[in-house]
């Protein structure tokens, strides 16, 4: 009997690869280096930029692993003119190289990983270098918003450089611990604002406008970014490097009716130096963390809007997990702050290399531990499940206000239940307030009426909450200082919310009774029944003993970390 055309097209194919492989053994044999078959061996995507795509395809090659300072490269041909040029330019970079001869198919392979390799456009492409005594002025200078502001508005235009006036800006950003710098052109004046913890403060007054385009202009040179466009978004980094260390810059310009807005994120790498206890969990949460970190599968996902903490929190979720023996794959949109030892990767949708691509790319890769930048697509959503069903920690996040919210959020994206339940470890949600200055802030005189609620409100906390901390009752008030800018705040801490999909936590952590629910109730039969976040949110609280952001922002509130009118500015009326 005839084989079915499919059936037998796919013998053919299988038939053409033997034989490519076989030719390649050979030739392997024949030259005394190693044969390798790539299409079995997991790639590390960023070490393929060691060599352009153009040049790897020319020459036939594509460098798949490095180990400073031995590269690992496989080639279709040693003896070929192309290779051996390769070859010698890695040798001159200082680069010890080892060859392996692999299939041409095996060659299309690899290659076909440079689509997820983090973008040429999106690498760094300038620097503003400013030296460390020109840094230590600069720090004299600008020590507060007032500072800036002053040493903004009397720039000399004409006497001095554009360089000169965005290395203030920049210095004084820095200076005042700055998260986000806007250029926001008006009619006759140009407005820049720094947003610091959260909050925005103009800097410029009455800078004329006229010098902007020159300011505009030196900022898309420095961001690799068209000079000639002004009617579309574009979007770049560069560096500002100091003494001690670099500090990337992502670039975001739109157009406006009178010229184009520019937002600078700052993204200093010590934002990021931050381990698990200093993120600001109680100690009964962290330890709830610390035992889930510690599971070899399933996922994290962690809510909350723009600029709320996630990808602090996830980085060092990441930096508890690293050590030589695991291996962990991020992708991200975009990579903000690189993590040493860990491979990253970016998104680029106009390349078609989605949150799912790159999933099922890195699913390829071996990994242990995967974090995915953003859950926002069922494709996505089903490809990370999976991933944690079969033997990987998954951490992401995913757009929802709660933390019970975020499990509507993945049957409203079509995800099964049957699915989510055994593949979701824990659901945090979180939030950052300002903390108060420890240098100024004052001590107010607690009220009896506001002792009373304070203790009523002790008295509603779960059994496994530890309320030695806040026998002593203390509330304080912003004052202003030189140490924070006469704000009354500086830096910012989180509030969280965990939600565990652990049916036994309830009887472990609270040794409570049995409450309405039910003692069979559970997060997953929950999830089956497809129940709403109110009723999660209910369970959450009553079976688990879940202590809500606004509870834990009143817990720091009451030992003097904030006030009452920061906790209620993120989480409403208390």
Same mark, same amino acid.
């Given at each position: ?24 053994? *050979? *030739? ?40 400073? =300072? ?7 041909? =040693? ?15 200082? @680069?010890?190289?080892? /060859? ?19 973008? +040429? ?28 502001? +002053? ?32 250029? +926001? ?14 909050? /925005? ?177 069922? +494709? ?27 499990? =509507? ?26 903390? /108060? ?31 030695? =901390?806040?026998? *002593? $009752? ?20 989180? $509030?969280?919310? /965990? ?19 039910? %003692? ?13 976040? %109110? ?18 922002? @009143? ?18 009326? $208390?």
């Amino acid at each position: 009997m005839a084989l079915p055309s499919s059936k037998l097209q796919e013998q053919l194919v299988k038939i053409r690869q033997e034989a490519e492989e076989r030719d390649a053994r *050979k *030739k392997a044999d024949d030259s005394g280096l190693p044969y390798l078959d790539i299409t079995t061996t997991p790639v590390k995507v960023d070490v393929l930029r060691l060599l352009d795509e153009e040049t790897a395809r020319n020459a036939k090659v594509a460098v798949f692993e490095m180990k400073k =300072p031995v590269i690992g490269l496989v080639v279709l041909d =040693p003896k070929s003119k192309e290779t051996n040029e390769v070859i010698s330019n890695f040798k001159k970079q200082g @680069f010890e190289v080892r /060859l392996f001869i692999t299939s041409m198919r095996g060659l299309e392979h690899i290659w076909s990983f440079y689509r997820f390799a983090t973008p +040429e456009k999106s690498s760094i492409t300038s620097r503003v270098n400013i030296e460390k005594k020109r840094v230590s002025e600069l720090a004299e200078k600008l020590i507060s918003i007032k500072k800036v502001s +002053e040493e903004v508005n009397s720039f000399d235009f004409d006497g001095s450089s554009v360089t000169e006036f965005l290395e203030i800006i920049l210095s004084g950003a820095l200076a005042n611990r700055t998260s986000d710098i806007h250029f +926001e052109p008006e009619e006759k004046n140009l407005k820049v604002r720094f947003r610091i913890d959260g909050v /925005l403060q103009d800097v410029s007054g009455t800078l004329p406008s006229k010098h902007y385009k020159a300011i505009t202009s030196r900022i898309k040179l420095l961001s690799n970014l068209k000079l000639n466009v002004s009617d579309r978004p574009q979007d770049g980094r560069f560096t500002i490097g100091l003494a001690t260390k670099d500090i990337e810059l992502r670039v975001a310009i739109a157009p406006s009716e009178f010229g184009e807005i520019i937002v600078m994120r700052v993204l200093d790498p010590d934002a990021i130096n931050i381990t698990l206890p200093e993120l600001g969990f109680r100690k009964d949460d962290l330890e709830i963390i610390e035992t889930e970190l510690k599971r070899p599968n399933g996922m994290i996902l962690n809510t909350g809007p723009t600029g709320s903490g996630k990808t602090t929190t996830l980085y060092a979720f990441l930096k508890s997990k690293h050590n030589p023996e695991i291996k962990i794959i991020t992708i991200e949109d975009p990579i903000e702050y690189h993590l040493q030892g860990i491979e990253q990767t970016q998104i680029d949708e106009e390349a078609g290399y989605t949150f799912a691509d790159g999933l099922r790319s890195i699913m390829r890769q071996d990994p242990d531990v995967i974090l995915v930048g953003e859950v926002r697509d069922k +494709e996505t959503a089903e490809i990370a499940i999976q991933a944690a069903l079969t033997g990987h920690l998954v951490f992401s996040t995913i757009h929802a206000n709660e933390a019970a919210g975020a499990i =509507p959020r993945l049957l409203d994206l079509d995800v099964k239940s049957s699915s989510i339940g055994p593949s979701l470890n824990l659901i945090i949600a979180q939030r950052l307030i300002r903390r /108060l200055c420890k240098e100024c802030k004052e001590s107010v005189t607690v009220t009896e009426d506001q002792a009373n609620k304070i203790n009523n409100f002790l008295k509603t906390l779960p059994k496994r909450v530890d309320q030695s =901390p806040y026998k *002593k $009752i203390t509330l304080f008030k912003p004052k202003g200082c030189d140490h924070c800018g006469g704000s009354g705040f500086k830096g910012r801490v989180a $509030i969280f919310e /965990l939600l565990l999909n652990d049916p036994h936590f309830e009887k472990i952590k609270n040794n409570e009774a049995q409450n309405e629910l039910g %003692s069979e109730k559970n997060l997953e039969q929950l999830i089956e029944k497809k129940s709403s976040e %109110s009723e999660i949110m209910n369970y959450a609280i009553k079976e688990q003993g879940m202590v809500t952001m606004q509870q834990d922002g @009143f817990l720091k509130v009451i030992t003097g970390m904030t006030t009452f009118e920061e906790v209620e500015e993120v989480t409403g009326l $208390i």
